[in-house]
């Protein structure tokens, strides 16, 4: 209900000290919009508390005011400024590990590390304390996971991206943008090669017999994962 929204939010945006801020009322007539943007939702509100806690006033009717402008308010709009707002290269990150959803967290950081011989380098490790810091990405029991919304989130975003072109990394996801007449094809989704980040294709969905040699890889220059 809306007491345990906010009581939700509330604690992750506030600290004990915060309870003398001289500004507390002006605080919390902002949380109730920001309770009413999220739509109650729990995994918003953690991510919007967390992206405002100790922050100004002003830093909160920015934020708002960021949300107010979406056309559908709820969690679409929270996912979406809080990806915004991520550098190219941690974007980059979150779409990756979108790709390996729920995998053990020193793999993922090998992964991101690539091709760094390091699996522990301070980019991999940064990327995942960053993220998961904004509640992207969840990191428990020495592993690495991401929230089903979030998940389909983030397959949303690359989904758009190769419908429009341009020179953004991507990533393939769909049998039908993968594999073509038993061959290998990104063409056909106006992408280019060089463009494809990496190939995830589930083995399963294949069922007629494909071919797969080092040609097909030859333009794909910036291909990472596979």
């Known amino acids: ?3 345990d929204s906010l009581q939700l939010f509330h ?6 000290d ?3 801020n001289p500004r507390k009322e002006e605080f919390m007539k902002l949380s109730e919009k920001v309770i009413n943007y999220a739509r109650g939702h729990p995994l ?3 991510m919007l508390g967390g992206e405002l806690h100790k922050q100004s006033v002003d830093h909160w009717k920015s934020k708002l005011e960021i949300l107010a402008q979406s056309p559908s308010p709820g969690t679409g709009s929270v996912f979406k400024m809080s990806y915004d707002e991520l550098s190219s290269e941690l974007k980059d990150a979150f779409l990756d590990i979108a790709c390996f959803r729920s995998q053990d967290k ?6 991101l590390a690539s091709p760094s011989p390091d699996p522990g380098s301070a980019e991999a490790l940064s990327a995942v304390k960053a993220l998961s810091d904004k ?3 969840n990191t428990s029991d020495g592993r690495v996971e991401m929230h089903d919304l979030l998940y389909s989130f983030s397959r949303e975003l690359d989904l758009k991206g190769s419908t429009q072109g341009g020179n ?10 993968i594999i073509k007449g038993g061959e290998i094809n990104v063409l056909q989704n106006k992408m280019k090669p060089a463009n494809v980040r990496g190939i995830f294709l589930d083995l399963s969905e294949v069922k ?19």
Do not use: P
Not at 11 to 16: G, I, Q, T
Not at 209 to 223: A, G, P, Q, R, V
């Open 1 to 3: 209900d809306h007491g």
């Open 135 to 137: 509640f992207l990405i």
């Open 106 to 111: 020193d793999y993922v950081e090998s992964l």
């Open 168 to 177: 953004r990394n991507r990533r393939l996801w769909l049998l039908k943008d």
């Open 18 to 20: 915060d309870q003398v």
């Open 11 to 16: 604690y992750h945006a506030f600290s004990d």
């Open 44 to 46: 918003a509100l953690k």
């Open 208 to 226: 007629d017999e494909t071919k797969l040699d080092c040609d097909h890889f030859k333009k794909m220059s910036n291909l990472r994962y596979l």
